[in-house]
């Protein structure tokens, strides 16, 4: 509240803010959101970087915390994508390639598996098809997959549209590998999602130390 309205204590302000702590995801999001309490003018820069912090960064830190399956990982790469979107140009250019260097769970790997975990049935029914459709080239496959992390599609308006799935190299998810194709296929007309254990109770999305 403080920081929103401009206005805070003054105990605050001048608190000593003690040593930085590079382990701790919020230390450096703390220390500047206490030098914008402390100073009576700030400078555009400053001003730039709170509104970031409050309108992205905290909001993704809490959603990471909170979520618990690495199922979710696609919805937050989606929101990392959706809260930047703010951005003038030149700073998009600059948070954009961080966001392309971690996510990982853009892959399809994982984005297949969230989809068929989705609460919309077609969403859930796509997934299926494109694990299906990626067992097919599986087969066709003579060289061992590489994990990379995709081309992401920034003007995407939902978790399942963040890559291009026409230009992307489709792999099936290892952790379906003892779930076979009919049973794949009995899901697809079904009203509730897979209750495959292994795709969400078996990962977390988050560890930490």
């Known amino acids: 509240m403080a920081v929103k309205s401009g206005n805070g204590k003054e105990d605050l302000a001048v608190r000593d803010l003690g040593p930085l702590s590079h382990s701790r995801w919020l230390a450096t999001a703390n220390r500047t959101l206490r030098l914008y309490l402390s100073e009576e003018s700030p400078t555009p820069e400053l001003q730039k970087l709170v509104v970031f912090i409050l309108k992205s960064y905290m909001p993704i830190w809490f959603s990471i915390k909170t979520s618990k399956y690495f199922t979710e990982g696609p919805t937050l790469v989606n ?6 979107r703010y951005l003038p140009e030149d700073l998009r250019n600059l948070v954009d390639p961080m966001v392309k ?48 992390p995709p081309k992401l ?24 590998k003892d779930s076979s194709d ?28």
């Open 101 to 148: 260097r971690n996510g990982f769970f853009a892959h399809p790997e994982h984005l297949m598996l969230a989809m068929i975990q989705d609460n919309t049935k077609l969403i859930r029914e796509l997934g299926l098809r494109r694990i299906l459709k990626a067992r097919q080239l599986d087969q066709k496959r003579t060289t061992i997959r590489t994990f990379m």
């Open 182 to 209: 009919d049973e794949i296929k009995s899901h697809i007309q079904s009203d509730s999602a897979p209750n495959w254990d292994i795709t969400f109770k078996t990962c977390t999305v988050h560890e930490s130390s």
């Open 153 to 176: 599609n920034f003007k995407a308006q939902d978790c399942s549209e963040i890559i291009n799935w026409m230009d992307c190299d489709l792999s099936s998810p290892p952790l379906l």
């Open 79 to 84: 929101q990392s994508i959706q809260s930047s």
